[in-house]
């Protein structure tokens, strides 16, 4: 069967950057399975995955925009260290649930600190950085109009709330 929308697709994958470092794997957590055409992956690997087929080897190059995006200096800011109503010990690395101007929630992530300021970056750990997968294809079959509707691939129990 070949890989097409709506599509359960499930696949080994080892993604790089241009410099070769690992950034990701599926080795060692199992295999990853993701419904085609619901943007559960980034666009320029779903579009590469169209039409291949189980047993399919492939290498893709995915430039920012069809990746996470580029990386947008008006995302990153200086907030007072007040601002950060916690007990817990903050350092750079932490990541954060903030509410953008629009009033959706984004993910932010410590950069610096200093003595009166935290800085934050609310772009995608990987916004700015071309990305390369080595993606082998295990299996394809069609989703189930459950998975369709809630827009993933269920594993064995789902037994979360839709």
């Known amino acids: 069967m070949k890989i097409t929308d709506n599509c359960a697709v499930t696949l080994d994958y080892?993604?790089?950057?241009?410099?070769?470092?690992?950034?990701?794997?599926?080795?060692?957590?199992?295999?990853?399975t993701y419904l085609h055409?619901?943007?559960?992956?980034?666009?320029?690997?779903?579009?590469?995955?169209?039409?291949k087929d189980s047993g399919d080897e492939l290498t893709v190059h995915v430039e920012p925009d069809q990746g996470y995006g580029d990386h947008i200096k008006d995302l990153i800011q200086k907030v007072p260290s007040e601002m950060f109503e916690t007990d817990q010990e903050i350092t750079v690395g932490m990541q954060f649930h903030a509410q953008?101007?629009?009033?959706?929630?984004?993910?932010?992530?410590?950069t610096e600190m200093d003595d009166e300021t935290i800085t934050v970056d609310g772009n995608h750990p990987l916004a700015g950085t071309a990305l390369n997968f080595a993606v082998n294809v295990i299996d394809v079959r069609e989703a189930t109009e459950e998975e369709i509707a809630h827009g993933h691939v269920h594993s064995g129990d789902c037994s979360h709330d839709h």
């Open 37 to 51: 055409g619901a943007s559960n992956i980034v666009p320029g690997l779903e579009n590469a995955l169209t039409g």
């Open 100 to 110: 953008s101007a629009e009033g959706q929630m984004v993910v932010v992530t410590v």
């Open 14 to 32: 080892t993604l790089t950057d241009d410099q070769g470092t690992v950034l990701d794997s599926s080795e060692g957590r199992g295999d990853f």
